[in-house]
């Protein structure tokens, strides 16, 4: 099934190098194949009728298997995926080429426990942490400066562990995504929920022609009718709008324990959850909402859920679309070239400030000179070239409602504006401007404290522990943070 592995930098020279057979090819032999038959980041490569290659491309280095012909993609897919898990367990985040140079002993060993004869084996790091020496740089630089002291403290931790009791109680055989005979001198368990909020609205236009409405509004586009409730309900309409969440938990508890996580879910009726292995499916059918599980040990994500907002009403959908929300006009002025845009930062218990705020403006003329702002309350506005500007506030403190009131110029904005004027003035008043707009806007930010879909974890606590005392107390620690994924509103 598979039949090499190989990774490489964003230049494929390579960096690391597996063959599982003999008789499989070289990196040398196969990359100027592959680079001729495709450039995409992540595919299925058909070499020949026998042989198939899978790419996979991150930030800084690609990662190649060899595969039989005709194989699954999503095979090759996951087991890269767990790959580069293992690939952070063992030797740190960011992935980085130097780690895997320094590491490729230690690399070999755990995918040959990851393969066995072509065929994915043990993937789950807590299995090969048993199996495979888990080493770090700080180990290496021991064993370079002192390498006496090292085999000393090596012999001693191994005939210590040896001496240690091996009673059933700690026997985890049966639960394979946990090491055996865990110990930890300090016992703390880490809840991290990360929602991320995914939302294409469209633009509803409003004339403010009529004196009637142009009492309602203090400028161009805010509304000051005391009876408006949000922003959106006035200028936006979602197209699409979905949560997308997921519980990463760190466990650091000695021996087998047996937790429970209760989440408030409380008016969401369907959340779409996919659960980690440990976690037992009965007691979330009987009780939506409590998990029950034994944790791996170190860091994994315990559930991932995804909450399609469409199936709420109107009102409930605007209200779980972050902490941010937009007012957005464009076709304003005399040449209709300007827009304006108005951020909304309500106050909300537990958030202290909006990180890493920014407005994308996206503009696709091909006479686009340049995008700019004439009124800015907050932040810095750049245009970047190729139709896109950035309006950067970097950290705001809710409470606050930034301002950007920006223009479109084309290179015929100056005849256009002559010819207007002068059919303006001679011809039937109802001769209209073309609108020059943004073709779309994207807000970008994170906060920490609060979560839009308002799922909490109510409690967590141990059941039960083989193996560790009842006098610990484990630390517990629970953290929310929101950020945006694709947050589009369409002009």
Sequence with gaps: MFEAVYIADTNNNLVYEYLINLSSPSFKSLISVVSSLSADPNNIIEINKNYSVYKYTTSNIIIYTLNVANINPMLPFHFILQLIDVIHDYFGYPLAIPKIESNDDTLTLLIS??????IPNITDFNQLRDIVPFSSFLSKLLGKTSQMTTNAIKKSTSTSISNLPRSQDLNTSSIPWRRSNVRHTNNEMYVDVVETVDVIFKSVAKSLGSAQQVKQFDSAFYSTNSSST???????????????????????????????????????NNINPKFHRCVKLDTWKQNNGTLSFIPPDGKFTLIKYSIDLDQFSRKDQLSMLGSVSVDYNYGLGLHKNEFEVKLQLPVIKGVTKIENLSIEINANYSNLITIKSSRLTHGDFSYKSNGKAEW?????????????????????????????????????????KPVLKPAFIKLSYTNK??????????????????????????????KYLTKTGDFIIRS
């Design 113 to 118: 426990q990851m393969i066995d004869d072509g």
């Design 449 to 478: 404290g609060s979560l839009p879909s308002g799922i909490k974890v109510d409690s967590l606590k141990i059941v039960s522990a083989k193996g560790l005392s009842e006098t610990v107390k484990p630390y517990k620690g629970v």
């Design 392 to 432: 950067n506030l970097r950290s705001v403190t809710p409470g606050v409602n930034p301002i950007l009131y920006g223009s479109i110029i084309t290179g015929d904005m100056e005849t256009d504006s002559e010819t207007f004027d002068s059919e303006r003035t001679t011809q039937d008043k109802t001769f209209t």
């Design 230 to 268: 949000s922003s959106y309900s006035k200028s936006l309409v979602p197209v699409s709008s979905t949560i997308n969440g997921q519980v990463l938990f760190t466990s650091r508890l000695t021996g087998v324990p047996c937790l429970q996580m209760i989440l408030n879910v409380a008016g969401l």
